[in-house]
């Protein structure tokens, strides 16, 4: 069997020294949006993934998307969808399967919007 790349399996993982420097990368995007009186973009992370999630002012969190890791200029995005309760992969703001941490978060706002 051929191998197939797909920039939704695999990954590598996020180097604990990178974690704040990604953090400030999404604070840095959410500071330029018009949501950013409403909501916070909250991030964790978990082996190659970053999960994003959404702050509101009354406490709630909710879930928006996970960032898969391949190097620092390289992530693939999967969506989360309430309906089903899970993450679903997509494209980036960009149109393609794989794009910067910005174009992920770009379609992780979709719910914010």
Same mark, same amino acid.
């Given at each position: 069997?051929?191998?197939?790349?797909?920039?939704?399996?695999?990954?590598?993982?996020?180097?604990? *020294?990178? =974690?704040?420097?990604? #953090? @400030?990368?999404?604070? $840095?995007?959410?500071?330029?949006?018009?949501?950013?009186?409403?909501?916070?973009?909250?991030?964790?992370?978990?082996?190659?993934?970053?999960?994003?999630?959404?702050?509101?002012?009354?406490?709630?969190?909710?879930?928006?998307?996970? *960032?898969? =890791?391949?190097?620092? #200029? @390289?992530?693939?995005? $999967?969506?989360?969808?309430?309906?089903?309760?899970?993450?679903?992969?997509?494209?980036?703001?960009?149109?393609?399967?794989?794009?910067?941490?910005?174009?992920?978060?770009?379609?992780?706002?979709?719910?914010?919007?």
């Amino acid at each position: 069997m051929p191998w197939i790349y797909d920039v939704h399996s695999g990954g590598t993982k996020i180097p604990s *020294l990178n =974690h704040e420097k990604i #953090r @400030k990368r999404a604070q $840095a995007y959410a500071a330029k949006r018009p949501w950013k009186n409403k909501y916070k973009l909250q991030v964790r992370f978990k082996g190659q993934f970053c999960y994003v999630d959404a702050l509101e002012t009354d406490g709630t969190v909710s879930p928006l998307g996970r *960032l898969r =890791h391949f190097n620092d #200029r @390289k992530w693939s995005i $999967a969506f989360y969808t309430y309906s089903n309760d899970c993450y679903q992969p997509c494209f980036m703001s960009n149109g393609s399967k794989e794009g910067t941490l910005e174009e992920g978060l770009a379609v992780c706002e979709m719910y914010l919007s």
